[in-house]
């Protein structure tokens, strides 16, 4: 089957591998769609560390090729999606539902190949029926879709609530129609003209420009001197940490996406005089994955619009330089 492998920064080959072994609780799905998400960036960049050669992807659709003989939930040509992380099913954090912090999970272009090839075999507890109505494209963007379920959740956003959300990416711009869905009053701000425009579209009660020199001011003239009560930074960048941190009013919750890389500065006297609830959101679980596929299905969330461009398996490469101008929002890879 054919493969793209990152062997370094930039060093991506495409190589012909044999289909992977199938276990007796596997499925194996031949690929169809494939998202780009900003962590196989980072990692073709060489901004993050691989294990070794590696099969980047994680974020995809497509049809049951065939099952192990011991499963139940699938059989061949059957859509279907992945929720691509795996934990093992044993340990606390998994019996307690929060498989998200399983420290024996196993991630797809992470620490094992990923979905950037022909076949992808996954664990049958992980694989998600394809709801009738939505297409490749959209069940594939339920994965980062999910994320923002998880963040918008550990935020406990409900109506009245005015939420500010740093960073317009793909998963800044689900998590607003998120919020948006749960009956919040939303700010967006990032660097990105084209962006913010699009943060409009989908909704945003107002959209600032990151680049202003008093962010903070913006924020007060847009939701008319309350602040925000929730803050959820998905830019994961140290300044947008340090700001969400700024423009939080008190009693408020920073919900922390972006996994930023470098230190940030942090007052912890204003999280302590204002009893700001300071909150990591990681990956989700079974409950947010699913979440994400019914938003699409009742078409709550638009994941369409966010698609900027469509590009062939072997063009991935271009793909990763949209990414690299900052051109592209949700690049997807059709195989």
Not at 28 to 36: A, K, M, N, S
Not at 175 to 189: D, I, N, P
Not at 258 to 271: D, F, H, K, N
Not at 314 to 327: H, P, Y
Request: proline share 5%; net charge negative.
């Amino acid at each position: 089957m054919r493969c793209q492998v990152l062997y370094g920064p930039r060093d991506l080959r495409l190589e012909n591998r044999p289909e992977p072994v199938l276990g007796d609780r596997d499925v194996l799905i031949r690929v169809h769609t494939v998202g780009l998400c900003g962590s196989d960036f980072h990692r073709y960049m060489g901004h993050r560390q691989i294990p070794g050669p590696l099969v980047l992807g994680h974020e995809f659709s497509g049809n049951v090729a065939c099952v192990g003989r011991s499963v139940t939930k699938f059989k061949p040509g059957d859509r279907a999606t992945v929720q691509p992380n795996f934990g093992c099913g044993e340990c606390d954090m998994c019996r307690a539902g929060r498989e998200n912090l399983c420290q024996e999970r196993l991630g797809l272009s992470v620490n094992i190949d990923g979905c950037f090839a022909d076949y992808v075999a996954v664990p049958e507890g992980y694989a998600w029926h394809i709801p009738q109505g939505l297409s490749y494209e959209q069940a594939a963007i339920a994965e980062p879709l999910a994320v923002a379920v998880r963040a918008v959740k550990r935020a406990r956003v409900a109506p009245g609530d005015t939420v500010a959300i740093l960073g317009a990416g793909p998963v800044g711009l689900l998590t607003l129609q998120v919020a948006k869905a749960s009956g919040a009053f939303t700010v967006v701000a990032d660097v990105m003209a084209w962006k913010l425009e699009l943060a409009r579209r989908l909704g945003a009660d107002a959209a600032i420009s990151g680049s202003r020199q008093d962010l903070l001011a913006a924020l007060e003239e847009a939701t008319r001197q309350r602040g925000a009560s929730v803050v959820i930074e998905t830019a994961g960048v140290p300044s947008t940490v340090e700001a969400a941190l700024q423009l939080v009013a008190p009693g408020g919750r920073v919900i922390l996406v972006g996994l930023a890389q470098t230190a940030a500065e942090v007052v912890p006297s204003r999280i302590v005089s204002n009893e700001v609830d300071v909150l990591g959101s990681y990956i989700y679980t079974h409950d947010e994955f699913g979440t994400a596929l019914t938003l699409v299905e009742r078409k709550i969330v638009d994941v369409d619009a966010i698609v900027s461009h469509r590009l062939p398996f072997d063009r991935l490469t271009e793909a990763f330089s949209i990414l690299e101008r900052g051109e592209g929002c949700k690049v997807l890879i059709e195989m």
